[in-house]
């Protein structure tokens, strides 16, 4: 692998470790779970990144904020998504859009002083 990383990946670790060691690095870490739809899924990181009300609830609004989060303090971020699979057994299509726009979103993040990057974590507590 290469020295760059990739900004939404799957991790082996618990969601509680991927946090621990978001914290230790100086990142502010939150932890989403699980989205059984794409409107579950737009909640879940409006309520995480606390989204301010102008955000839209569509997949361009999710990238254009994702791209900016000038609201929060800079700094990195590191969003752990708990439960990937449940929206990708319920509806594919939009789990494979939600990567797409997760990526899209933390790519654009990189300029932002707020570098994003988004790992999908097996369970909550698990080890």
């Given at each position: ?48 990144l606390e ?7 569509n997949w ?68």
């Open positions: 692998m290469s020295g760059r990383r990739t900004a939404v990946r799957r991790v082996r670790r618990s969601a509680a470790a991927v946090v621990a060691d978001a914290e230790r690095r100086g990142a502010a870490a939150v932890v989403l779970g699980p989205a059984a739809s794409k409107a579950e899924l737009l909640d879940e990181f409006a309520r995480a989204f301010p009300g102008w955000v839209g609830r361009d609004a999710l990238a254009d904020a994702l791209g900016d989060l000038s609201w929060l303090p800079a700094g990195e971020k590191v969003v752990v998504w708990v439960g990937a699979d449940v929206l990708r057994t319920r509806q594919p299509a939009a789990y494979r859009t939600a990567l797409d726009v997760l990526g899209d979103g933390a790519t654009r993040s990189t300029v932002s002083g707020r570098p994003l990057t988004v790992l999908l974590a097996r369970s909550a507590e698990d080890p």
